[in-house]
């Protein structure tokens, strides 16, 4: 069992930054690949970021390649999402996740809300 608790989210004007943690918990979390997603009011929950165990490899979305920079740090058991230059569509729900791949999500974490203003 992996239990996973966002934090950093917000209110921020548009052009500005945020970072998000994740913080993970439970033997099984060793070696999984991590993710977050967001999910904007009245949309489907959407891929943000990912990034494998060992930090070597990261994708992202297209709406947040070059603003957007995912990273972790294994030896405090986080996750983070970097935000730069916020947009008013970025706004809504961050979700992290974790499973054994890239693609997969076991566990979910309850999320926190990024509210970016025009």
């Known amino acids: 069992q992996v239990q996973l608790v966002e934090s950093g989210g917000g209110l921020v004007q548009a052009g500005g930054s945020l970072r998000l943690s994740c913080a993970a918990s439970?033997?099984?979390?060793?070696?999984?690949?991590a993710g977050w997603f967001r999910q904007a009011p009245g949309k489907e929950r959407e891929f943000v970021a990912a990034?494998?165990?060992?930090?070597?490899?990261?994708y992202y979305a297209d709406s947040v390649k070059g603003r957007f920079t995912i990273s972790r740090d294994n030896a405090k058991n986080t996750v983070y999402l970097q935000m730069n230059s916020l947009k008013p569509e970025d706004t809504g729900v961050y979700y992290c996740?974790?499973?054994?791949?890239?693609?997969?999500?076991?566990?979910w974490g309850q999320g926190t809300q990024v509210t970016v203003s025009s």
């Open positions: 996740a974790t499973g054994p791949r890239v693609g997969t999500s076991d566990y």
């Open positions: 439970g033997r099984t979390y060793n070696g999984y690949a």
């Open positions: 990034i494998v165990w060992s930090g070597r490899s990261t």
